[in-house]
């Protein structure tokens, strides 16, 4: 059994940064991908970005895409989300997902808040 949690969210003004981190109890250089996902206030949990096993492949959401960097450390058994300036349609809760083999997990989720 795998344990995602999720930390770093908070309140920002709009054009602000923050970085979210996912820490994991197993060792993350087993995992097939790990990615971020968002769910903002009534609407469907939808995909943000993901990074491969290897670290070097990434891909992103359009509507993220040259603002948010998804990293791993997997020294640390961390996953990674740098957000820049933040606007406020990316306010959500944030998910760590990743996928072992066959499975899926999933972290808590961190409340991000992009409020002037």
């Known amino acids: 059994q795998v344990q995602l949690v999720d930390s770093g969210g908070g309140l920002v003004q709009p054009g602000g940064s923050l970085r979210l981190a996912c820490a994991a109890s197993?060792?993350?250089?087993?995992?097939?991908?790990m990615a971020w996902y968002r769910q903002a206030p009534g609407k469907q949990r939808e995909w943000v970005a993901t990074?491969?096993?290897?670290?070097?492949?990434?891909s992103y959401a359009d509507s993220v895409k040259g603002r948010f960097t998804i990293s791993r450390d997997n020294a640390k058994n961390t996953l990674y989300l740098q957000m820049n300036r933040l606007k406020p349609e990316d306010t959500a809760v944030y998910y760590c997902y990743a996928r072992v083999i066959t499975t899926d997990y999933w972290g808590q989720g961190t409340q991000v808040t992009v409020s002037s």
């Open positions: 197993a060792t993350i250089s087993r995992f097939d991908a």
């Open positions: 990074i491969q096993s290897g670290g070097s492949m990434t």
